[in-house]
């Protein structure tokens, strides 16, 4: 797992130095609505990461969220993200980050989330803890409702915001504040982190999740995944915001 983790920093890395190389004019395409956009970035990010894996491991899997997918010979497969964040990235905000899972027979064996624009790397291994740029990171636990900082997000399909839009307005009047970064990946790193006490959000993908699932769960939150929505805080704060959220 450290040599497995040791490669997937070193391509996050590559692939935040590529995207930090913003050009003047991005071009942009859509996939599933009119606000939901790719950029010609996300795919040279995509195209970087996949030429890397495979040039050190060419039997490894690979699940892209643009496309790149291919089957696994050897056992393991690689989840990634180019750009989770991309609207952040268009209208250069910060906050984006780049994604990469592997998974194993097992499971999730490695995460890393890096946001260089926040100084912000995320890391853990399966049984190995999580860490923020090399320091040991714990999630806030216990914390109750009407105590908790959530963070949140919204799809960019239309019957899914209005969901949302329920969701938001029961969950506002019960918590101290919500906050929506962007970036489904930082957000639940921030979870791992202690920077937020919770998260909730609806349609997220694996390569919007497994990377920071596992750095969360490593962290000694809960993320668990109900249909189109995920959950994620310390297990107190879970319990009581899935029976909120599912209710």
Same mark, same amino acid.
């Given at each position: /797992? ?14 935040? *130095?590529? #995207? ?20 010609? /970035? ?9 030429? *890397? +894996? ?35 990235? @268009?209208?250069? /905000? ?24 926040? !100084? ?9 803890? *999580?860490?923020? !740029?090399? +320091?040991?990171?714990? *999630? !806030?636990?216990?914390?109750?409702? !009407? ?6 997000? @919204? ?10 839009? %329920?969701? @938001?307005? &029961? #969950?506002?009047? %019960? ?29 997220? $993908?694996?390569? &919007?999740?497994?990377?920071?699932? #596992? ?20 297990? $107190?704060? $879970? ?5 909120? #959220?599912?209710?």
């Amino acid at each position: /797992m450290d040599e497995l983790l040791k490669l997937a920093i070193s391509i996050a890395k590559d692939a935040g *130095a590529l #995207l930090l190389e913003r050009p003047a004019r991005l071009s942009i395409d859509t996939k599933t609505s009119d606000i939901d956009i790719v950029t010609q /970035m996300d795919k040279q990010s995509e195209k970087l990461i996949v030429e *890397a +894996i495979l040039k050190v491991r060419p039997d490894d899997g690979i699940i892209s969220e643009e496309g790149a997918n291919r089957p696994s010979k050897s056992g393991y497969t690689w989840v990634i993200d180019p750009i989770d964040g991309t609207v952040n990235y @268009f209208y250069n /905000m910060h906050g984006w980050s780049v994604s990469i899972a592997i998974r194993d027979p097992e499971g999730i064996a490695v995460g890393v989330v890096y946001a260089p624009t926040i !100084n912000s790397l995320y890391t853990a291994t399966r049984g190995g803890g *999580a860490f923020l !740029n090399g +320091i040991a990171i714990k *999630a !806030n636990e216990p914390v109750e409702l !009407n105590k908790a900082l959530i963070a949140t997000g @919204f799809h960019y399909r239309s019957e899914l915001r209005e969901i949302q839009v %329920k969701q @938001f307005t &029961d #969950l506002i009047l %019960k918590v101290r504040d919500i906050r929506r970064n962007g970036s489904a990946a930082i957000d639940i790193c921030h979870v791992a982190a202690g920077l937020v006490d919770g998260y909730y959000e609806m349609g997220l $993908h694996p390569w &919007d999740r497994d990377a920071a699932e #596992l750095i969360a769960t490593e962290a000694g939150a809960e993320v668990s995944v109900h249909g189109e929505l995920t959950i994620a805080a310390g297990p $107190h704060l $879970h319990r009581i915001l899935s029976a909120q #959220l599912l209710s």
